[in-house]
Each structure stands twice: as structure tokens, then as C-alpha cells.
């Protein structure tokens, strides 16, 4: 999840819709604001778990997979479409019983597709440099920015970090954590205004999507499909994003070995899913 949220292009939320934890994901985020005193502590050990995972891959990524991003992105934005493109049939399959005969929710797919692309085709052709002074109303456009973000980042399909992309965040993002992680502190008072963002943003929109996922299953499981079809069209744009603009993913850009490897990733994780799964029920 963390390596999918570090990177414009996937969100964090498909990695955990795909292997089949997205609604304890979200229910725990929900017991832990308002559930009794046992949820959230069931909440809290679930999370805590996740969590030192997310940690160590968001680490990861801010050391090696941001500057991979730069240097080979065509390869990574393959290697995510590899993950998009093998994800699909394998979340239809599981959620057949909610999809099967509903087709007049393919019309949440397509708003799905419309708002991502919309996304896309707004972000600009470099981040900029919007956080290098920073006055009381920039830390405030910043907080706003982090509630936008988080709230994609929980959505299989859309990127969080294309949204920070969109605000002129992600890279400035990137090099304060990345300096961070070296004891610089330069960037703390953005990380606070970014990070206390994300928290509202988290209380803010959990509920929403814990009621829809119980409460309209059937048309939310189109709307992220249609989130993750829409989002293969962000990823191509990705190497327009870059600080120094590189055009957009082509045929003879696309990596097919890149896209197999993310592929068969996937099957193994889902391989891994019903193994354990199997264990669990012995």
C-alpha cells in the first residue's frame, strides 16, 4: 500500500482492495473514531499491524522508489498498469454476487473513469515550488490539500498523489520526508500542516465510505472499477508530471516485461491471499 500511495499513478486503496482486507481497512479507521472501547482496540492491533508495514514500505519508498520514479518511469508506470489491468477480473470475480445483474450501475464506472481522467487532464506539467516560503495562507492550503489527498488514497483508483501533484504538493513532499528520514528538519512545519490535514481528512470521509461500501454495495464496487479503469489512463501521464517533464507513456515507451512483473506480483499476492485464508479456516 505504502509503495502504491508514494507514487502518483495507483492508489494504496486498490493494493488493499485486491487482497481482500479494504473493508477492515476502513471499518477499522471507523471503530477507532467513534466504535466502543473493545473496537477499538480490535481496531488498534489490526491497524498497528498495517501500519509498521506501511511504515517500513513508505520508508523504502521515499529512499529508492522516488528516485527509481524519476530515472524509469516508464517502467514503474508499466509495472502499475501490470497491477491495475490483472486486479480487475480478480475483483470482479470476487464481487460477482454484487455486480451480476446489476449492470444499470455501469454508469457509476463511467462517472468513475470521467472524474479520474478530469483529475488527470488538470494536474499541471510540473509540481512547482509552492512550498519553499510558506505564510499562514499557504499552511492552510496545505491542511485543505491533505484532507483532498488522504481521501483518494483510501479509494481503490484514484492516486492520492496525483491529487498532491494536482496542488503543486508531491514533490516538495517527497524531498521534505526524504530529508527528514536524513535529520534534516527543515520541512517539519509543512509535514505538520500536510499531516494534520490527512488526520481531518481521515475522520471526515471514512464514514462516508464505510456507509456506501454497507449501503450500496452493488453501485460503489462499479464506481471503483471505473476509478481503477480511469486510473490507467493517469498512469500513462506520469512522465508528464515528473520536475522536468518527460512525454507521456507511448507503445514504444510501454515495458512489457514491467507490465508481466506487475501481473504476476499480483497473482502471487492473491496467491498468498488463499493460502492464508486456507490456513485460517484448518
Not at 27 to 54: Q, Y
Not at 77 to 97: A, D, R, V, Y
Not at 245 to 257: E, G, L, R
Amino acid at each position: 500500500m505504502a509503495l502504491a500511495d508514494s507514487v502518483p499513478g495507483v492508489s494504496g486503496g486498490t493494493i488493499a482492495f485486491l487482497l481482500g482486507f479494504y473493508d477492515d481497512f476502513i471499518g477499522s479507521l471507523n471503530s477507532l473514531i467513534s466504535g466502543t472501547k473493545e473496537e477499538r482496540i480490535k481496531a488498534l492491533k489490526f491497524l498497528i499491524r498495517l501500519g509498521i508495514g506501511w511504515i517500513i514500505g513508505f520508508v523504502l519508498a521515499m529512499l529508492i522508489l522516488s528516485k527509481v520514479f524519476e530515472s524509469h518511469i516508464y517502467q514503474v508506470s508499466s509495472l502499475f498498469m501490470g497491477f491495475i489491468l490483472f486486479s480487475i477480473p480478480i475483483i470482479c470475480m470476487e464481487e460477482k454476487e454484487n455486480l451480476k445483474g446489476k449492470y444499470v450501475n455501469l454508469i457509476f464506472s463511467l462517472i468513475g473513469v470521467a472524474i479520474v481522467v478530469l483529475i488527470s487532464l488538470l494536474s499541471p506539467s510540473s509540481t512547482g515550488d509552492i512550498a519553499i516560503t510558506l505564510s499562514f495562507g499557504k499552511i492552510i492550503y496545505i491542511f485543505i490539500a491533505g484532507m483532498i489527498s488522504i481521501s483518494a488514497m483510501v479509494l481503490p483508483g484514484i492516486s492520492g498523489s496525483t491529487l498532491l501533484l494536482i496542488f503543486g504538493l508531491y514533490l516538495p513532499t517527497v524531498d521534505y520526508i526524504t530529508e527528514l528520514l536524513h535529520f534534516n528538519f527543515e520541512g517539519i512545519p509543512f509535514l505538520i500542516a500536510l499531516g494534520l490535514g490527512i488526520l481531518t481528512g481521515v475522520i471526515v470521509v471514512i464514514k462516508s465510505i464505510k456507509y456506501v461500501l454497507e449501503n450500496h454495495r452493488s453501485k460503489t464496487i462499479y464506481f471503483i472499477l471505473g476509478l481503477m479503469v480511469g486510473s490507467l489512463y493517469t498512469i500513462t501521464q506520469g512522465a508528464t508530471t515528473l520536475d522536468v517533464p518527460q512525454p507521456a507513456m507511448t507503445f514504444s515507451t510501454f515495458s512489457i516485461v514491467f507490465f508481466i512483473i506487475g501481473g504476476v506480483i499480483i497473482l502471487g499476492m492473491q496467491f498468498l491471499k488463499k493460502f492464508m485464508n486456507d490456513r485460517k479456516s484448518k
